[in-house]
């Protein structure tokens, strides 16, 4: 068979599956996740072997220490795996709800119910992990999977798969409602954005240039976000402790994450003081700076920052720093530099809080907190499959919501449009 | 300048609207509808005038007579069209709404809110109130809006595009936040399509011929629907009289619309009672039967159905007819035939009328009452952009709600994330 039909018929077993997963009961797939954090728990040995051939075809193939890190299973890694199954069990089911209700003048009664999208593509890179978060918020949802994973993870990913698999079918759910790529050809990706007949949906995640290349392949919508150029902007009389402490905290804390602040905008009634002391404290941590002419004004030692630096994802111990005249300039640097991501003022100002919040069209914009809280979980979705930075159907943090839509149910008794 | 660039400079200008046109407040922009819709009373003699030049084209090119009909502006039309955009000034603006709002351990308050899409791109054929009504409520929405109407509608389009960008320019809104593509070149659509960073989302509205177009060559999101291949279920011990006036509704009231219904499933124990009845009343109407062999079997008269009939949006005084053993066999017959459009049931029994609404997935699901509900106005959305049969951000008719996005602000007071 060749690779475009193998795809073909993936993608038609997972939309099969999809009308029968759309009415299976909330306590069915929470039966499912439970055994499946089981039976993942108590294959580690296996899981854990069929790592090792992929680490070893890494290192024959000269991957990065850290690409190696991402890929590798330990036992913790898996019972990592486990614990957040169960925690997708207990969120709650969004299938069913009925969001709003209203009578219309000629009696029919008007609702919106959520539903499952129907078929979710995922194309992701090493973390095998992902294999069994993403099918278990696609199964939670009410949706078959289609997940593609890197090549360099496909005997771990196949070993993940097989599992959840086998316990759909001992618990009655079809199995095709997760599938896996098996290929690892690029053809295989290639034919699987085309059917957009079959696919509701595509999740792309990974590095920047995979998701390019997914969405000019794509013919089925992507939900995705490039990158994650953070600001925090910090006002004139901002709580100086406040201010030092948020914006260690974004750029330190995890700096290799894309919620991590790539830019500090300052006040520049409150650089003279400010800068200094955020300059110390990042010195001791050893992130480099890169600043305007009005910061290298008072931060000699800092490097210059070119036009690129305010676009820059740097994913790294580096920081882009500006000074500005106000909350006007620093709404105009985001929108021209920002990627819609997630911004933070820090203020006492009431109304340069409630400016900051309505005016900046990110998707996600805080007062006085870290931009680190810019996550699923943090924020109270329960779990996370992605991030969107694109406006259309979710922006900013993606839960089992998000992954439903709505339709129009109405109860009538008779009515005929005149 | 080449089209590409002249495309892109009014790409360009939207964005640069959008960004004031997100902070416009809801009693400007209800300011400008009104004053938009006096003006285009005022001016109807010039907007006759110019369309007359359209029609005159339309004629030397030998348009057909519905074609021609669809592109005429007469007083009349033009009153409408004032009234459609009084209509949209009067609905609640979305724009700034908390959807909802929780707290979180941490303290963080956390809340979701509405803001505009950004750029909307509107692809639409002949009728010239669409450069009236889709402005209009891309305006009430807080989103800058590029228009691109059929070259047979030119004149009209640019005619009624003038008026509302001086309208806009009187109340102090940026006119480039309305946008007409004045060239007729096939290139400009292929270029606009293109520019991902300065365009939202596109919406097409025409046949399936152009949608398909659209999709196949844009990177920007499109929301669309395809067609609307309307079933309506009759069930066994269904009030006949009921199912009589709701499928005549459907079919005849208004067949060439994308709500009519298209294809009739009647259970097998109401088949031999009900057929009769409702084709005489069918053939009264000049409706065109083509019935499956059950259903040839009652009416010899039906013309037989092939299996592509199952899949024809006729938009004609033709439907197809289907016996079918009961609820399940229905719902099996619109999971593979149908659009995801609008389906009934008129039924007596309560666990069927469930079972189909919650079962069902398509876009519209009703009990008891005629497909031609299908309707952003008809529904209570108080106006229609359009209708989407794709699951992503809108499923089934679209109002101003649907061309928002959420946000997540969230309000703290010093957290970090440890």
């Known amino acids: 068979m060749t690779i475009k039909n193998q795809v073909l018929e993936i993608a038609r077993e997972a939309r099969a599956a999809s009308y029968i997963l759309a009415r299976v009961s909330t306590s069915l797939k929470n039966k499912a996740l439970l055994r499946m954090a089981e039976e993942l728990v108590r294959e580690t040995r296996n ?34 795996i486990a614990k957040g199954l169960e925690e997708v069990a207990a969120l709650p089911d ?56 890197g090549s360099e993870a496909i005997h771990s990913n196949r070993a993940i798969a097989t599992i959840l698999r086998r ?49 000019q392949a794509s013919r089925i919508p992507v939900i995705k976000h490039y990158k994650g150029v953070c600001h925090i902007f910090v006002d004139a009389g901002a709580d100086t402790d406040m201010a030092l402490t ?16 790539e830019t500090l905008l300052v006040h520049k009634d409150t650089a003279k003081t400010f800068l200094p002391l955020m300059a110390e404290k990042y010195r001791e941590a050893g992130v480099v700076l890169r600043g305007c002419k009005k910061t290298r004004k008072i931060l000699p030692d800092a490097e ?14 580096i920081l882009a720093v500006r ?15 920002g990627s819609l991501h ?35 979980f943090e924020l109270g979705l329960g779990a996370e499959i992605g991030i969107s930075t694109t406006k259309l159907h979710a922006f900013g943090p993606m839960g089992v919501e998000e992954l439903t839509t709505t339709k129009f149910i109405i109860y009538g008794d008779g009515q005929i449009r005149s």
């Open 342 to 376: 997630t911004e933070a003022i820090i203020t006492r100002d009431y109304a340069n809080a409630q400016r900051f919040l309505n005016e900046v069209q990110s998707s996600t914009v805080l007062v006085n907190a870290s931009t680190r809280f810019s996550d699923g």
């Open 47 to 80: 899981l854990i072997a069929e790592n090792a051939r992929d680490i070893k075809d890494a290192r024959r193939k000269g991957l990065s220490a850290a690409m190696i890190d991402r890929l590798t299973l330990k036992k913790a890694t898996v019972e990592g």
């Open 304 to 317: 210059p920052a070119a036009e690129e630096d305010w676009y820059r994802e740097y994913l790294d111990l």
């Open 167 to 215: 316990v759909l079918k001992e618990v009655g759910i079809p199995e095709s409602a997760i599938q896996i790529i098996p290929m690892t050809d690029r053809e295989a990706v290639h034919e699987m954005l085309q059917l957009e007949e079959y696919i509701d949906l595509i999740i792309p995640r990974g590095g920047e240039d995979l998701i390019r290349a997914v969405v």
């Open 94 to 149: 969004p299938v069913g709800k009925v969001t709003s209700m209203w009578r219309r003048p000629n009696g029919l009664l008007v609702g919106r119910m959520r539903i499952p999208l129907g078929v979710i593509g995922i194309i992701y890179e090493s973390r095998p992990n992902v294999t069994a978060d993403a099918a278990a918020l696609c199964l939670k949802s009410g949706n078959a999977v289609i997940l593609r994973g």
């Open 246 to 261: 948020i914006c260690m905290n974004a750029k330190v804390q995890r700096p290799g994450v894309c919620n991590a602040m």
């Open 323 to 337: 000074v500005v005249d106000g909350l006007d300039e620093a709404i105009r640097h985001i929108e021209k530099y």
